[in-house]
């Protein structure tokens, strides 16, 4: 038994405890969201953040990953290589390809190295790290991951509305700025 | 090899081999080589390379406390970003404001205080809101409404 | 955390129109085709229909110059900052298919007309408003979610980074 009362053990716990967090990747930047989701998962949002001596990361669970977005053409220009170690067995991809074939992968891959731009010792804790990165292509969560969750972060960007967010009523509503010409065909 | 310092030598047996303080140069050495025993290979065993390699760690550990300095001040102002991103507040309007407000904490003491007094901390926080609403540099600080229980100059 | 402050729609300029709202009184006649078919024949007539728009314009600020007054809806209203993301007074320049109105029909100066138009380009390409029937789509990356920043921000150089053989 440690030397500790009921209350500060307790507290110790609470302090220590890892903490689950959702992120809604809608209409979000996909770099830097994970910039963001970086900084949860190593506990950077804490103040007893300490990469040498202690892990004291979170959770994070990020939904509708198949929505992310990048600056205009950059879907088509941002290239991602993989090497297979054999002679000639470098390949090269497009963004949009790989998020053809896998929604969630492009957001792991800009979380993936955000983790490990960190200095020294934390490279050793990224698979670690890593695992504690739960991305889902839609809303659809497990209960079991569903049930942990208990904060939410705040999206980088604001969500763009299309015409098919608004109400028909809401869209006629608005004020108009000119009216149709004399004997305008309407189409 | 294992040297004994010189109380454990005093207290050994009588039938432990030891070495007399007769050979002066040899002791210096042996001294020398006891500081070594961390290092790999013929470093730890040889004089001459022994040496050479001690003066090259007490470069390293010099170099290294200049560096601890600058780490810990990093490691600080990680901290007192975090405890701030909490509270809604930015980094730097926190920690120039502080000093203008003559409540002159250092960086390693605001951030203890985020961890082992969250209330102080966020008392400090809702000062430099307030100082900022007051002041009204930019537009955030303008909209925002000052916080509630900070009674300023303009008040009285 | 803090959340990068970008133009986008931080405080949209259609709320900016909505605030000053103030309408006004005018009577014009659309004409609206409408088909009859018959066993016989087929009737398309161009019938007139009052224009929907009449209750919610808005009515432009008082101006004593001449001048001045005779400027175009959009310049005398002159909002601020007005960008792709406000579809909503974007959509009044557009047809129901997804195309621009025409300068005439538009009732805009010259220059007006040309941003809205590059504004109303920018929507369809992030795919807020719908896009014309014949617009040509490169690949599949025109369509997925994209955005405009700015100012712009280059992270990193790709033309530099990867060799031109690579490029598809």
Known sequence: MSNLTKFRRTQQWLTFARLWYLYDATYQDVFDSAIVIAQYLRGMNKPIYDHVRQDVGNHVVVINTSKVSMPVDEWKWRMYSHHSRYGGGQTWAAAHELHSKDPTIVLYKAVYKEVGSAPRAVNLIRSPTMARLHLFPDACIPPEIKANICDQIRQVQPVLKSLKDYSEEEVEKFPKIVDYPEDYVVK | MVQLTQVLCKYMPKWVPRFRGSNKSFMRKQHLLSLCGHLYGRKRNCFRIARRALYRTFEISQDKRREKKVFFRDLFTQRINSACAEHDLQYKYFITILPQLNVELDRKILSSLAIWEPRTFKSLVELVKAKRCEEGIDEAARNATPPAGVITRGML | ?168
């Open chain 3, 1 to 168: 955390m803090f959340a990068r402050v970008s133009n986008l729609a931080l405080k949209w300029t259609q709320n900016e129109l909505k605030a000053r709202t103030s309408l006004y009184d005018s009577v014009r006649t659309l004409k609206q085709i409408k088909i009859h078919e018959n066993e016989k024949q087929i009737v398309v007539e161009g019938e007139r229909i009052e224009s929907p728009r009449k209750p919610y314009l808005v009515k432009p600020p008082p101006v004593a110059d001449e001048k001045a007054s005779k400027a175009c809806p959009l310049c005398r209203l002159d909002l601020k900052r007005l960008d792709y993301t406000d579809i909503l007074i974007l959509r009044q320049f557009i047809n129901s298919d997804g195309t621009l109105m025409s300068l005439q029909d538009s009732g805009l100066c010259g220059r007006k007309y040309k941003l809205v138009q590059t504004l109303v380009n920018k929507a369809q390409k992030c795919r807020l408003l719908p896009r014309p029937p014949h617009y040509q789509v490169y690949g599949p990356w025109d369509n997925f979610n994209t955005y405009y920043d700015w100012p712009p921000r280059y992270r990193d150089q790709p033309m530099r980074v990867i060799r031109p053989e690579y490029w598809k």
